[in-house]
């Protein structure tokens, strides 16, 4: 079969080629990919990053049919429409496995950089990252399941939120216009944010129900902020943007007793004036990926229409066209990119 492989490390490196197909063992699923996401992660090993643990096939956000089963599988069978978890390797024994926290396992590789990913015509998985889909649930919708696991569990595991708070989301990425809907769906008042660069993405956002729109090339957040809440502050803020200058805004942006998540990752050193966390008790959290809670929690809000995902989905691309597919999301044009293997 063909399937989108880094072939070892450094920039590029990356190529369409035949590769064996892969078979289901004890335990094990096979799915027919029919969409796969591309992510930020898969930009930044084409670019080089050292995430990836070559040779490997690419691609970790998707969806698909289950083709065969091995022994022992029982909860899902052929012709069932499924989406898959990433933690493919894990200890299974050690306190972030027993608490439902597999992605923190030290010994945790990954679907799509760390073992065989879904930018091929098949994916194998173990049994137990596998869930099967509503009915009402498009392939093309679930292969987003994946960054709005990330968006969910960024929500629902960190701060709880109240319907009189006012939410900051920084960053009108994937990730950052899940984040702001999940937010919104607890009642909350939400500011996204973004930059002139970002413009037809904050238009998005304003189209799925956000309430304030902020271009910080044009407003200051913090004066905006202090204007809506009567110089309080935001209750909120939740960073997915990973830009340091949006991190140093956003904890100004903070009411006191306020809390940062951060949901961007970055690789940035980030010099901020610590005494704000003492002399305004603010609190910083970071989160990272999903857990098996937060992706039923995601089938069940696309399932009853309280996350849009189809809205999010700009281009639509044949595998042998990964190239342009991946230069146009180097770019950030468009918002969700999917390949159809």
């Not at 063909?2 to 096979?30: F, I, R, S, W």
């Not at 098949?122 to 099967?132: A, G, W």
């Not at 999903?290 to 700009?314: M, P």
Request: hydrophobic share 40%; proline share 4%.
């Amino acid at each position: 079969m063909k399937a989108l492989v880094k072939t070892k490390e450094g920039p590029g490196n990356v190529c369409l080629m035949e590769v064996p197909e892969p078979k289901a063992g004890p335990g094990q699923v096979k799915i027919r990919v029919a969409a796969v996401g591309i992510c930020g992660t898969d930009i930044k090993i084409h670019h080089g990053d050292t995430w990836s643990n070559p040779p490997v096939i690419l691609g970790h956000e998707f969806s698909g049919v289950v083709e065969e089963v091995g022994e022992g599988v029982t909860h899902v069978k052929p012709g069932d429409r499924v989406v898959s978890e990433t933690a493919q390797v894990i200890c299974g024994n050690c306190y972030y496995c027993n608490t439902g926290n597999q992605l923190m396992c030290p010994q945790r590789l990954s679907i799509g950089y760390g073992t065989n990913g879904a930018m091929a015509k098949y994916c194998v998985v173990r049994q137990q990252i596998v869930h099967k889909l509503p009915d009402s649930v498009s392939l093309d919708d679930a292969a987003l399941c994946e960054p709005s696991a990330v968006a969910v569990h960024a929500v629902y595991d960190t701060v709880k939120l109240y319907p009189t708070d006012l939410a900051v989301v920084m960053g009108p990425g994937p990730i950052g216009l899940l984040v702001a809907q999940a937010v919104k769906g607890f009642g909350c008042t939400v500011m996204l944010t973004g930059t002139d660069k970002d413009a037809d993405r904050l238009e998005l956002g304003k189209k799925l129900g956000m309430d304030y729109i902020l271009d910080t090339t044009k407003e200051d957040l913090e004066a905006k902020i202090q204007e809506l809440t009567g110089g309080m502050g935001a209750d909120v803020v939740y960073d997915c943007s990973g830009a340091a200058p949006a991190i140093r805004a956003g904890m100004s942006a903070l009411k006191k007793m306020g809390t940062l998540v951060q949901v961007g990752l970055t690789k940035q050193n980030l010099e901020i004036e610590y005494g704000l966390l003492t002399q305004r008790q603010l609190s910083i959290m970071g989160t990272f990926g999903h857990n098996w809670k937060a992706w039923e929690i995601v089938t069940r809000l696309i399932k009853d229409g309280k996350l849009n995902v189809s809205d999010l989905i700009s281009h639509h691309f044949k595998l042998e066209d990964w190239e342009e597919a991946f230069d146009i999301a180097a770019k950030q044009q468009g918002v969700k990119l999917l390949i159809h293997p």
